[in-house]
Nanobody, 120 residues
């Protein structure tokens, strides 16, 4: 089970950190990713953290978002800076057990989502 938290409403230029707590399995043994559903658009992959801790980012968030793991807490984080109104949407945490963490189509286990709202 994946449970997201941390979504809130902020003004443009603000920051926030999303958390994804995994239960029932060890997150370190899975590819972990963050996705978002922006109104009127399809769900898109935002960031993924690989088994070695390296990360992959969508071009739209490179330099502004950082994904990380905390093995002790079995939790994955998404730090977001320089937020823009275009970042508004529902953010989901997801996992898969394959080898290519940057393959957004492989993710099968999903959380319920947390809402991020950025006002101008």
């Amino acid at each position: 089970q994946l449970v997201e938290s941390g979504g809130e409403s902020v003004q443009a230029g603000g920051s926030m950190t999303l958390s994804c707590a995994a239960s029932g399995y060890t997150a370190d043994k899975y590819c972990m990713g963050w996705f978002r559903q922006i109104p009127g658009k399809e769900r898109e992959g935002v960031a993924a953290v690989n088994y070695d801790g390296s990360a992959t980012y969508a071009d739209s968030v490179k330099g502004r978002f950082t994904i990380s793991r905390d093995s002790a807490k079995n939790t994955v984080f998404l730090e977001m800076y320089g937020l823009e109104p275009g970042d508004t949407g529902m953010y989901y945490c997801a996992a898969h057990s394959g080898t290519l963490c940057s393959d957004w189509t492989r993710y099968r286990t999903w959380g319920q989502g947390t809402q991020v709202t950025v006002s101008s």
